[in-house]
Antibody, heavy 119, light 107 residues
Framework: EVQLVESGGGLVKPGGSLRLSCVASGLAFSNVWMSWVRQAPGKGLEWVGRIKRKVDGEQTDFAAPVKGRITISRDDSKNTLYLQMDSLKTEDTAVYFC??????????WGQGALVTVSS | DIQMTQSPSSLSASVGDRVTITCRASQNINNRVNWYQQKPGKAPQLLIYDASTLHSGVPSRISGSGSGTDFTLIISSLQPEDFATYYCQQTYYTLWSFGQGTNVEIK
């Protein structure tokens, strides 16, 4: 059974930093692209960014609202995905999901980690 | 960036109804559209990928079609477990994006 488990969420002040982790089990982690998707309270899904596989150069791409403020990395030896968020804004308040799949589409999702940016 | 516009934003329907949700892309995205279902407090679940391929375990009353810029999700006979929010997603361009969602409510 595939499991994605996020951790690291919490309350942070505007301008602060936070790092989320997503530990994967039950899948060939090194063979899949990994993504972060967020959902602000009561709002829709927003694609945040993605990291490709090592064989693809671990290329990262980010949505415009977060570009320059976030970094996505992966440690294939630990089956772990990371989301480093800096210069956080109140509008970054959301549940952050890690997601992946072998085909097109996210067939596997984590349970989500709540990040609250507030003074 | 590619904009994905879903319609309607919400709808009310009864069990047994045929429900159609559309998604329009701001540019040609070939067939690179996925559909998800999300229930409150839960992670989304993949329903359809590549516009029309049913994900494993998804009931056959759910189908998808379209290519280019216009896509459709159809639930042929709405069941109680189908009341949820549905999202389309494009994965054609480098920066992926979701539609704003369609909330399917009980009439």
């Amino acid at each position: 059974e595939v499991q994605l488990v996020e951790s690291g969420g919490g309350l942070v002040k505007p301008g602060g930093s936070l790092r989320l982790s997503c530990v994967a089990s039950g899948l060939a982690f090194s063979n899949v692209w990994m993504s972060w998707v967020r959902q602000a309270p009561g709002k829709g899904l927003e694609w945040v960014g993605r990291i490709k596989r090592k064989v693809d150069g671990e290329q990262t791409d980010f949505a415009a609202p977060v570009k320059g403020r976030i970094t996505i990395s992966r440690d294939d030896s630990k089956n772990t995905l990371y989301l480093q968020m800096d210069s956080l804004k109140t509008e970054d308040t959301a549940v952050y999901f890690c997601a992946t799949g072998y085909s097109n589409g996210y067939e596997y999702w984590g349970q989500g980690a709540l990040v609250t940016v507030s003074s | 960036d590619i904009q994905m516009t879903q319609s309607p934003s919400s709808l009310s329907a009864s069990v047994g109804d045929r429900v159609t949700i559309t998604c329009r892309a701001s540019q040609n995205i070939n067939n690179r559209v996925n559909w998800y279902q999300q229930k409150p407090g839960k992670a989304p679940q993949l329903l359809i990928y590549d516009a029309s391929t049913l994900h494993s375990g998804v009931p056959s009353r759910i189908s998808g079609s379209g290519s280019g810029t216009d896509f459709t999700l159809i639930i042929s006979s709405l069941q109680p477990e189908d009341f949820a929010t549905y999202y389309c997603q494009q994965t054609y361009y480098t920066l992926w994006s979701f539609g704003q969602g369609t909330n399917v409510e009980i009439k």
